[in-house]
């Protein structure tokens, strides 16, 4: 999960790159960046470990459920591409919107799309959990704590006015559900057709 963390930082900045007439602006720098791949987002990642998609009884009584696991074919090419186009697009979707319905300073551009962002990892893995447990929801309320914690320190980084509007909150809920919706429905109906 954590080669997919990276490609959604890489695709963020791709359509920057692409709108700025290929000239390397960052769009999000110094501490973001650290605390993106670092608090924002380590928690809950990492509590995926603990996640069961069945019961220990269930896992003894029916070792055939974990014979793909076994064989080594859980990553594979396929699973792999998945992740660059849910990647690709989740970023390219992030970044032009932030682009189409903003037109402000640039701080605030970068409180949107970051926050939006960060949302959007947190939902994603809140999607990937079979069974919650209160480590799980501790661990995504924990992370969502830090980041909003850090929208008041990082007031280099954040406009603090501005992210008590309503046009900041209605922007990035539109960026965010831009970005999950698809993935989501997409997934409901791949577990619909063809359940674990």
């Known amino acids: ?3 997919e963390n990276t490609i959604w930082m890489t695709e963020i900045m791709r359509p920057r790159w692409m709108i700025n007439c290929a000239s390397a602006i960052p769009v999000y720098t110094g501490w973001l960046v650290v605390g993106y791949s670092t608090v924002y987002t380590m928690f809950p990642v990492l509590c995926l470990v603990l996640d069961e998609d069945v019961s220990i009884d269930v896992a003894f009584a029916y070792p055939e459920l974990y014979r793909e696991l076994q064989k080594g074919r859980s990553l594979s090419v396929k699973t792999f591409l998945l992740w660059v186009f849910k990647s690709v697009y ?29 949302l959007t990892e ?31 320190l990082l007031q280099t980084y954040f406009d603090t006015e501005f992210i008590f509007t309503g046009e900041f909150l209605a922007r990035t809920a539109i960026i965010t559900a831009a970005s999950v919706a698809p993935v989501v429905v997409y997934k409901a109906a791949h577990r619909r057709c063809s359940p674990p």
Request: charged residues 5%; hydrophobic residues 60%; glycine residues 6%.
């Open 1 to 3: 999960y954590t080669a």
């Open 90 to 118: 989740q970023g390219s979707v992030i970044m032009v919107l932030t682009v189409l319905i903003f037109q402000g300073s640039f701080i605030n551009a970068v409180s949107i799309s970051f926050t939006a962002l960060v």
């Open 122 to 152: 947190l939902l994603m893995v809140a999607s990937l959990v079979h069974r919650w447990t209160i480590h799980m929801a501790v661990a995504e309320l924990f992370s969502l704590g830090i980041y909003i914690g850090s929208l008041f």
